[in-house]
């Protein structure tokens, strides 16, 4: 089960306590009371574990460790070790306490989103020349805490939309490694799936229903994770009795969710075509390049109708290392 969505409190480490000590050296009575370590940091690491989020499935508080007690000898104490906590890129990090957001975009990237308090200081940093034996020192500082929710939102290079059953797992199985349950029902899918064609990370979206803009079905919790996906690819059933129609259905909830996705480059593939009567498949098939022109006609069971769909790939891939290059 795929996890994309979890709130849970954090806390970064307390310094340690400052403390009141003196040399006990015939000749040398001073103070020697040292500084507490400071508390551990937080920090959030994107790492390509699309699964990281299970592990605040169960366990909801997290915290780093705190400062040493400083010791009397002017040896300061331990600081306290960081917490480092793993989520998938494309996790945006919602701190409900400040209400500021953090996007994990990069494989590596790390993130500070706590600060360990400072360890208090001992007596030596009391000292004067008008006093000369200090007793004062300081308790360490309480870290910052926080309550973070984790919102997970698919980063690929092709997302896979339309209605249920429109055969995007089936797709999806045939041109990646990835192992979709398919069958056919009605029903959609309930969690995201993804494959990896060449290095280009293809995710199949649960399957879009009308009104899922608005909460229906399993609503806006599977349109998210195709917020930033750079390649639309839309499949739809020549089964359908009115492909036109779902194509409109599925772009109207694409565009209530967030206007920006119907501007995304997007192919539309009107799936199944060995389902039905050639001449009414090309017939849907017209109407479907009315809509828009990037439209093919694509069987599970045709080489050559794979083929074209994976030249598409290609382009894209190409066009990514393109891309890369020139940003290096």
């Known amino acids: 089960m795929l996890i994309d969505d979890v709130t849970i409190k954090i806390s970064a480490g307390k310094g340690g306590d400052g403390v009141v ?18 508390g551990g940091n937080v920090y959030f690491v994107a790492t390509d574990d699309i699964g990281a989020l299970r592990a605040y499935r169960h366990q909801k508080s997290f915290a780093a460790e705190s400062g040493k007690i400083a010791g009397y000898d002017l040896r300061d104490g331990r600081k306290g070790r960081d917490l480092e906590l793993r989520a998938p890129i494309g996790t945006v990090i919602h701190n409900l306490i400040t209400d500021k957001k953090i996007e994990l975009t990069k494989v590596g990237e790390k993130t500070l989103v706590l600060k360990g308090g400072l360890g208090g200081r001992g007596n030596w940093f009391f000292r004067s020349p008008s006093n000369t034996t200090p007793k004062e020192f300081e308790v360490g500082k309480e870290g910052q805490k926080g309550k973070f929710r984790l919102e997970l939102k698919l980063i690929a290079d092709v997302g896979l939309v339309g209605f249920p059953n429109a055969g995007k797992s089936t797709f999806l199985n045939i041109v990646t490694a990835a192992k979709s349950k398919v069958a056919n029902y009605p029903f959609t899918t309930l969690e995201p ?4 064609y060449y290095g280009l990370i293809i995710a199949d979206i649960p399957g879009i229903i ?3 803009s608005t909460g229906k079905g399993l609503g806006t919790k599977f ?26 259905t599925i772009r109207t909830e694409l565009e209530k969710h967030n206007p920006d996705l119907i501007k995304k480059t997007e192919y539309v593939f009107l ?8 001449q009414k498949a090309q017939k849907k098939l017209a109407l479907l390049k009315k809509e828009n022109p990037n439209t093919l006609p694509l069987s ?14 290609n382009k894209i ?3 990514r290392f393109i891309a890369k290059k020139v940003v290096k």
């Open 21 to 38: 000590g003196f040399d006990k050296n015939k000749f040398a009575l001073g103070p020697t009371g040292a500084r507490g370590g400071n």
């Open 223 to 248: 349109l998210r994770h195709i917020e930033r996906t750079k390649n639309i690819f839309h499949f739809i059933s020549a089964e359908s009795e009115d492909p036109v129609a779902d194509y409109q």
């Open 210 to 212: 009308e009104g899922a």
């Open 317 to 319: 891939k190409d066009q």
């Open 271 to 278: 799936s199944k075509i060995d389902t039905v009567p050639p």
């Open 193 to 196: 799936h993804l494959g990896s």
């Open 300 to 313: 599970s069971i045709d080489d050559e109708s794979i083929e074209k769909v994976k030249k598409i790939l």
